[in-house]
């Protein structure tokens, strides 16, 4: 995929908190447009997720339901629900189960990506690590992955077999990152193998368990698989974006943290290429804030980040062609919409 050259229009408004202020009746989560069909399955997926955080462990449940509580848009699984519905699913109970435990796992990476970046801030607070040490949450993080193939094995071994494979990805991911951290030395291909298994693995199994669950057939299945893996590249794309021109506020860290972390995030890789003040910050083992500032105001003033849209732009258009597949549809209409407003999150 040519991501090179390609020049897209400045997008529309991207996805902003000030969306996420309409909130579902006893639902305790807020809801944009296109979840508004979903927002009572919505809301039964929270109240499952809370009730798998319960432990006997005090700190157990609270590292768990601090970060749950902290926000998080339900991607993953609305992308289940919106699929179910659209490729005719009628009962979501199972949608719904294991909605809830793909966002328990997405947590769970959550909780150990902290570990690995020393992050010490997470959704806009101090992060579990930060509050309670290494140790809790390590094992938090193994609770959250053991709640959710306690849920998930309940199911046919298709859909066992979906989430572990989506489990493995997203581990040779962060061993992939984490071996091309602070490495001048990687390529655009490196980064969206990164992508492909750190943050499209999951969405792609999101989609693919949904449209089975619809008893849909192979083909629609795979396209749906396709879509949600599309839509997971992109969303990492525009992350890595939102991690340059902010503001803190929407993206929950400081701006930036990439470049501290020596994560190789899009804007970073490309950069490399052409920005000595990129690399100097990113290749540096402890870049101070005028040297990440620098890296960020070259970035800003460059073309890389024309280019950085260009591909999430890409990955967009890819997914939205995987609609094809559905019959027309209010839920088709809104995957359309959630694939648009969840990735529209600048300007």
Known sequence: MAWHGVRVGSPRRLLSMALYTT???DSGIATVAPLALIAAELARVERRILELVCSREQALEQISSELIGAGGKRV???????????????????????????????????????????????????????????????????????????VAGRFDEVVVGWATEACIHLCEGEMLQQRFRRNPLVTPDDYREIA???????????????????????????????????????FQIVDDLLDVIGPSEIIGKPVGSDLREGSPALPIVLGLRSLPEV?????????????VGRALAALRASSVLVEVRACAAEHIGEAR?????????????????????LLSRTE
Not at 91 to 115: F, N, Q, R, Y
Not at 125 to 133: E, K, N, T
Not at 203 to 220: D, K, L, N, S, V
Not at 279 to 291: L, M, Q, T
């Open 279 to 291: 690399a100097s910050a990113f290749e540096n083992p402890s870049p101070g804030p005028e040297i």
């Open 321 to 341: 062609r995987q609609l094809d597949v559905l019959p027309p549809s209010r839920f088709r209409s809104a995957l359309a919409d959630l694939i648009e407003e």
């Open 76 to 150: 993953r699984p609305a992308l289940s629900l919106l699929v179910f519905r659209a490729a005719g699913g009628r009962d979501p109970s199972d949608t719904i189960e294991v909605g809830a435990a793909l966002e328990l796992i997405h947590s769970a990476t959550l909780l150990h990506d902290d570990i690995l970046d020393s992050g010490q801030t997470r959704r806009g607070r101090p992060s579990p690590l930060a509050r309670h040490g290494l140790a809790f949450t390590l094992v938090a993080g193994d609770f959250l992955f053991s709640r959710a193939f306690g």
């Open 23 to 25: 909130h579902a009746a």
């Open 196 to 234: 492909a298994r750190k943050t499209a693995s999951l969405f792609g199994q999101a989609a693919r368990i949904g449209c089975h669950f619809a008893g849909a057939p192979p083909e629609t299945v795979e396209a749906m698989r396709r879509l949600g893996h599309e839509l997971g590249i992109a």
